[in-house]
Structure formats: C-alpha cells, structure tokens
C-alpha cells in the first residue's frame, strides 16, 4: 500500500534560519504530490504540490520538488519567519489505489524562535 | 465567503450520547470527506464522498454514520459516544475524485467525550 514518511518533530529555528523537512514516499502508481500546513487552531491548507516526476512546487518561499529517483518531496525554506510556525504534512494522492484516496505522513511540528 | 464550513466548532458531550457534526461547502465540489485528528496531530480518513455516493470507507466503528443529502453538504453522526471519539473532527472538499486535486479542509470540530 502507499505511505507517507516525514521527518519526526518538533523542529525549533530561529528567524532567518534554513528549513528543510524530509519527506519520502512509497506509491503503486504515480501519484501526485502534497504539502499541506496546519496553523494552530485551524484546518489543514494547501501549502504547494507537484503532480509529475521533475515538476517544482512553490509558494509563500517553501519549495518542494518532486524527486521520483529517490520517491522524495522535502519541503525547503531559505528564511523562515515566526509566522511560519506551523504543523506541515506531506501528503500523496494516487489514483491507482482506492478511490484516489490521500495518504498524509504523520505531521511535522515547526517552531520559529526570533 | 468561507469555502468549507462545519458547525458545531466544539462539542462537549457525555458517553453513551448521540451526536453529528454538519459540514457544507460552497466551491461547487463533487467529492467530500472526514478526518480524525487525534490528539499526536495524526489524520487518519474516515469516510469519502463523491456527487453523494460513498466511495472511501475506511475501518471506522459503525456507531459513525455518513450522510450526503446533496453535494455541496457531508454531516457526520456519531452514536453511543466513547472516550476514544475525543478528537478534532475535519470536513474536506475536493473537486473531484483524483490524484491531481488538493483538498480544501473546514475549521475543524473539536470533539471532548467526558
């Protein structure tokens, strides 16, 4: 079956700081590729995602490209902010399995410190 | 214009009572789904719609029951509540079944079982 892993939390920076959290994926088909990140308090949104090998996602300053040699999608930051804070999922839909459902990973919790 | 909308925001309620969580969206979607976030932050996919037909029904007690009147509405009714349903409770909207479509989530449903 497909699974979603990501880096374990929590993550502190400080302001300015570089951001990566690590991302791999296993999938039957070919699936498409999702970052989603959750403020406190609220529901998950759609941070960026890349639908095909090679294709970058990117919004907001994070990044994320889609690497299917190494079946990884890890989320990059060059300079995080305090407003950054923020719990991030990866995700991966493929329609091969089950109705396109999705596979989230198990969250990464981020802290930014100024 | 709030796009996915659930009501109630938090619920506090007794064991053994009967509940449900409603849930609407207003972007025209045809597929819509429910998540259980437990207290790690892990999500975990309950049920899936699509143009008011079940499609993803994962293992999920069945005091959980789905209804779709329409597509544009998902409500959630939970019977003979136990400790183990605390949970904040997503709504989610896609616009249709596929690999390619991000989900857009409600503002959760806090749900505390005392």
């Known amino acids: 079956g497909n699974s979603v892993t990501q880096m374990e939390g929590p993550v502190t920076l400080s302001e300015e700081a570089f951001l990566t959290i690590n991302c791999t994926y296993t999938?039957?088909?070919?699936?498409?590729l999702f970052w989603y990140v959750q403020y406190p308090g609220e529901g998950l949104q759609l941070l960026l995602k890349a639908t095909k090998a090679d294709d970058k996602g990117s919004n907001k300053g994070f990044e994320a490209t889609y690497r299917k040699e190494t079946t990884s999608f890890h989320l990059e930051k060059g300079s995080v902010q305090v407003s950054d804070s923020a719990v991030y999922f990866c995700a991966l839909s493929d329609l091969s399995t089950n109705a396109g459902k999705s596979t989230f990973g198990d969250g990464t919790t981020l802290t930014v410190k100024p | 214009d709030t796009a996915v909308s659930q009501t109630p925001k938090y619920l506090v309620t007794q064991m053994g009572n009967d509940k449900s969580i409603k849930c609407e969206q207003n972007l025209g979607h045809d597929t819509m789904y429910w998540y259980k976030q437990d207290s790690k932050k892990f999500l975990k996919i309950m049920f899936s719609y699509n143009n008011k037909e079940l499609i993803i029904n994962e293992t999920v007690p069945n005091r959980f029951s789905p209804k779709s009147p329409d597509k544009a509405h998902l409500n959630l009714h939970i019977n003979s509540l136990e400790l183990g349903d605390s949970a904040v409770y997503f709504c989610?909207?896609?616009?249709?079944?596929?690999?390619?479509?991000?989900?857009?989530f409600g503002p959760g449903t806090r749900l505390t079982v005392t």
């Open positions: 999938a039957t088909g070919y699936p498409s």
């Open positions: 989610a909207s896609s616009q249709a079944v596929g690999a390619s479509y991000e989900q857009y």
